[in-house]
Structures are given as C-alpha cells and as structure tokens.
C-alpha cells in the first residue's frame, strides 16, 4: 500500500494546483489535496490531523506550506517528508493588513482583490498561469478566500520547529515571487538538517501550477531517494 501524500494548496487555490504531481507520482505515493480553512491555521491543523491516521508526506505551498509547518510542529513523528514551497516561517508582520483583505473581499472586492493577488504572485511573462489561479480563486469563492486570509494572520513564527525537524524535506522556490523572496527559502535551507533547496528561475508563488513538470520530476526524484528508499 502507497504511502499517502497529503497536498494543502495555496490560497485560495484547489487540486488544480498540483494536477500535474497528483497524476506523475500516483503510482509511487497515494495523494490527496485538502483545502482548509478554519478560524486560525492551528485549528485547520487540529481538523486534519483528526483525519487522517498513521504516518503521511505533507506538502504545502504558500498559505499551505505555513500550515505543514504547524502540522509539522503538532505531529513531527507523524510526517515521513515534508515538501514546502514558498511559505513563511516567521510570525505574520501584519495581521491586520490580512484582516483588511478579508474585509475588501466580503464587501465587493473580491474580482479586485484576486486580480492584484496575481498580478502580485505570477510574473506577466506567464498569463496562463494567471488565469488558470484566477479561475481557481473564482471557483473558490470570495468566503474561502476571506476566511484563509484571517487564519493567514494567526501564522506562528515556526523557524525552531523547522531547525528542530529531523524530517526529510524538500524545498522548491519562485526566484520571481514577491511575496516570499527566494533568500526565505535559502535561509530555511540554511537551518533544516534534512533539506534540499531547489531555485527556479522567472517561476513566482505558485512553482506546482508555473512549473509543473520540473517539479513533478525534482519531487519524484526526492521522494525515490529520502522518503520511499
């Protein structure tokens, strides 16, 4: 039986996200995408946690890679890899900016908010993959979106469970994005004893949806050697 691979998707993303690794990696790991969104990333945690039982590989990207690390700080012994993306260790700067933001969206904002949220995450040189998290952040809806951009604000300052961390662990970056600069990743490298840093060039937040088969392979090739062997 393949060892489940629980995918937690960026905000305010779903599986599309990871369509390319959930169908190149099914045949060595049994993948899942869960889209969470309690009041506070803590307890979105708790929810999955109660969910699924035995030991698992996490990956999160953006919003979903802040809260692996809180399932990573909850249940270290639980996670046999760990493969994040362009997520923040550290303590939100400014939780009511994201407070703001779900405030804009639930009152008529929502095509305004999405629209700077890709201008700000993708580079204009790739408008395919805007308009494909565009169509994601859409289908989502305005509530999940306001909802995750609360639970954003509670984000816990995480760089000692990631220094701790004895999980084998991936790590795969946009040098373009501008919400999570590449030195974060690079700086997670540093302090992770376990961990492989990967930079990909004119790639922004969102590396699985932008670079798709680039990182369908490093991951896979990640999995065979530190995870699976």
Known sequence: MSMPMIFLPAMPCDARLYAAQLEGLKDIVA?????????TLSESADALLATITGSF???????????????????????????????????????RAAQETAIRIRSGEFENVIAEFAGNAIPASDMTSREAFVQMARDS?????????????????HW??????????????GDADTFV???VG?????????????????CGHFPTLERPDICTTIAREWLMRSVLS
């Open 57 to 95: 590989i996490l990956a999160g990207t953006a919003y979903g890679g802040c809260l692996a690390m809180e399932i990573l700080a909850q249940a270290p012994d639980r996670i046999r890899g760990l493969w994040l993306m362009n997520c923040q260790p550290s303590a939100h700067p400014n939780p």
């Open 160 to 173: 000692s469970t990631l220094s701790n961390s004895k999980v084998p662990t991936l790590l795969i970056w």
């Open 31 to 39: 993948p899942t995408v869960h889209v969470l969104a309690e009041k």
């Open 186 to 202: 690079t700086q997670i490298a540093k302090v992770m004893p376990h961990a492989g840093f990967e930079l990909l060039q004119h």
């Open 141 to 157: 809806g305005a509530e999940l979106f306001a909802r995750q951009s609360e639970a954003a604000a509670t984000r816990s300052n």
């Open 181 to 183: 600069p590449s030195d």
